[in-house]
């Protein structure tokens, strides 16, 4: 019986483990393009970050590169929409690659390494105000927020689909002639429910496919990130 309790004992502390990690994870989501050059350190940069237990990487591939030589495989205006949500909510009349956003809210270089990690530390440090989970039955996410402090305001729930690595021979533009390794490539990102940041928020969401799952919750307005989950 005493093994029984210690074998539970370990379990549970198990558990809570990963539901710690989960809730300590900081989103780093980089705006890419195949057609830039300066763009593979950031892009070798996001494959080491995507290795970390403590980090969401996510490589947004943009589409204004795609008229100068080479159009990007992974490109939408969406992403492009997405960096600019960013831009203007940092009043910022221009966008550029390659570019790291850090937890929503801190913009950095993409090649600029050191930037990069002091930012995910002072993340890590910070309250957690809002606590998230996910849980995946068959087709079909079950998704729970709870605000832990009051007066949050209005928050997005976001759902992004990746694929995690695929090598890119490129033909033409700036990076002709080379192969490139590129992880977490994000095909698809959707607002999936709105929320006020007041008590518990909870809703399902159906998903196909193998692919990873990433739930965010940010702040209207492209505002910081205050939760993330991630299934794979």
Known sequence: ??????????????????????????????????????????DALLDELAGRNDVIALAFHVDYWDYLGWKDTFSSAKFTARQNGYAQAAHSRTVYTPQMVVGGSDHIIGSKTMEVMDQIARHRGADKVVGLSV??????????????????GAMTVQLVRYHPLEAVAIPRGENAGKTVRYVN????????????????????????????????????????????????
């Open 185 to 232: 490539i994000v095909k698809a990102w959707d607002t999936i429910g709105r929320w006020n940041g007041a008590g518990v928020f909870e809703m399902s969401e159906q998903v196909a496919g193998n692919a990873p799952a990433v739930v965010l919750i940010q702040r209207a307005g492209f505002g910081p990130i205050v939760a993330a989950y991630e299934v794979k």
């Open 1 to 42: 019986m005493r093994h029984f309790f210690m074998a539970m004992a370990m379990i549970g502390a198990t558990l809570g483990s990963v539901a710690q990690a989960q809730d300590d994870k900081v989103v780093v989501e980089l705006f890419t393009s195949q057609g830039c050059s300066s763009c593979p350190p950031a």
């Open 135 to 152: 849980m995946r039955n068959g087709d079909t996410l079950q998704i729970k927020a709870e605000a832990r402090k009051a007066g949050l």
